[in-house]
């Protein structure tokens, strides 16, 4: 969402650097020399100057001018001064910049593809996959090309160079397939050449922990008390949340006293607020997390940096695991562990899914054949009467 709000002052460095960004909208300050000449400032915090102005044909324009730090305030004003005289004096600088450039590289979409469209609305972490899919497979092979000369060959070759990691493909090809459609809206390309590419088949990883499992790894868990991680790892368990939601939770989500957890939009994938009720357990979990608690800091689990969550969980997970004697497990798998215990035991999976935070009902069907467990074993109730009742006239 766009916030258009109409804040206007003098746009200065000091101006531009103390403005802050808000976390879910684009907010806007209009220079009050310059007409039309704007600060733009994404919740990732990234400013970008824009001139917007009408031509003679009374349409509306923008044009970047630049991102600030690449760019001084001063720099960007007199450019936008330039620009204004250009329109003053009755041309149309956008539509000169079009002609000027009749060549669009992919790296020229996916730079734009990140500024107007990940960066607003995407979540930090999947901005990252974006540019670490950009930086390491994208650009190097595709990079310098012009997008009208790409073709559907091209990017099969892709496509095939990566189907040893089949996930890995398939969200290479979503990424580009999003680039290629907003090139379409853009004006920049008549046909989209990744649609007559096929997805690979990816196998789910089904890996959770059983009985045995859970009852070894808790054990290490209780041993490590002490320790910050411990925690995030006995609340993944106790809750099913992600490790984004948890590691980025603040103590004004949760509401000890009525058991609920409120996730706000910007850290659920669905991008919807979740209030998910939390267990006796869990919440003795949260109270012993209190003695971590840092008055510098908001989050639930702090940083070794002040004012930065938790970051780095991976190393003492693999301490965890191997002291546990569990192999293959991922820290994510404790999810899996979470939704599949619960259906096991009898639980709709249309609660599980709700608890899960899932928005579709497919997404949870891949817990569906451990919902028959239940199923059997009432049906085994009457068969093993039936069963006695026999025995019983022989």
């Known amino acids: 969402m766009t916030s258009q709000s109409n804040n206007k002052a003098k746009?200065?460095?000091?101006?531009?650097?103390?403005?802050?960004?808000?976390?879910?909208?684009r907010l806007f300050i209009w220079d009050t020399e310059v007409k039309g000449f704007n600060l733009r400032i994404y919740p990732t915090g990234r400013k970008t100057y824009f001139l917007q102005y009408r031509n003679q044909a009374h349409k509306t324009h923008k044009i970047k001018i630049g991102v600030h730090g690449n760019i001084t305030t001063e720099e960007a004003r007199e450019r936008a001064r330039q620009l204004s005289l250009k329109v003053s004096l009755g041309e149309d600088p956008a539509i000169t910049n079009r002609e000027k450039k009749t060549i669009i590289t992919v790296a020229d979409l996916a730079k734009e593809y990140l500024e107007l469209h990940a960066n607003v609305n995407k979540r930090m972490k999947s901005?990252?996959?974006?540019?670490?899919?950009?930086?390491?497979?994208?650009?190097?092979?595709?990079?310098?090309?012009?997008?009208?000369?790409?073709?559907?060959?091209?990017?099969?070759?892709?496509?095939?160079?990566?189907?040893?990691?089949?996930?890995?493909?398939?969200?290479?090809?979503?990424?580009i397939n999003k680039m290629f459609n907003l090139a379409k809206d853009w004006g920049w390309l008549a046909d989209n050449p990744v649609l007559s590419i096929e997805k690979y088949q990816e196998e789910k990883r089904d890996?959770?922990?059983?009985?045995?499992?859970?009852?070894?790894?808790?054990?290490?868990?209780?041993?490590?008390?002490?320790?910050?991680?411990?925690?995030?790892?006995?609340?993944?368990?106790?809750?099913?949340?992600?490790?984004?939601e948890l590691l980025q939770a603040t103590w004004d989500q949760f509401d000890l006293e009525k058991g609920i957890w409120t996730k706000p939009s910007h850290l659920t994938k669905q991008k919807k607020k979740e209030h998910l009720p939390l267990s006796e357990n869990a919440l003795q979990v949260i109270?012993?997390?209190?003695?971590?608690?840092?008055?510098?800091?908001?989050?639930?689990?702090?940083?070794?940096?002040?004012?930065?969550?938790?970051?780095?969980?991976?190393?003492?997970?693999?301490?965890?695991?191997?002291?546990a004697g569990i192999e293959n497990v991922r820290i994510h798998d404790l999810r899996h562990t979470h939704a599949s215990h619960l259906v096991s035991s009898g639980l709709s999976?249309?609660?599980?899914?709700?608890?899960l935070g899932h928005t579709q009902a497919a997404t949870t069907q891949r817990y569906a054949h451990l919902a028959d467990?239940?199923?059997?074993?009432?049906?085994?109730l009457f068969g093993d009467k039936i069963k006695k009742l026999t025995l019983k006239t022989t």
Do not use: C
């Not at 467990?373 to 085994?380: I, K």
């Open 127 to 175: 901005i990252k996959d974006d540019v670490r899919m950009i930086s390491n497979v994208i650009l190097p092979k595709l990079g310098k090309f012009d997008i009208k000369i790409i073709t559907s060959l091209d990017l099969q070759k892709l496509h095939r160079d990566l189907k040893d990691k089949p996930y890995l493909a398939n969200r290479v090809r979503a990424l």
């Open 373 to 380: 467990e239940p199923l059997r074993q009432a049906t085994s």
């Open 11 to 25: 746009l200065t460095k000091r101006v531009v650097e103390t403005a802050a960004p808000h976390s879910t909208e």
């Open 349 to 355: 999976l249309t609660i599980v899914g709700k608890l």
């Open 287 to 323: 109270n012993q997390v209190k003695q971590f608690k840092k008055e510098s800091s908001l989050y639930l689990f702090p940083g070794k940096i002040d004012g930065q969550p938790l970051q780095e969980i991976k190393t003492f997970w693999k301490k965890v695991i191997k002291e």
């Open 207 to 244: 890996r959770w922990l059983n009985d045995e499992e859970l009852q070894r790894l808790w054990a290490v868990l209780e041993k490590y008390n002490y320790h910050l991680t411990t925690h995030v790892f006995k609340l993944l368990l106790l809750t099913g949340a992600r490790k984004g």
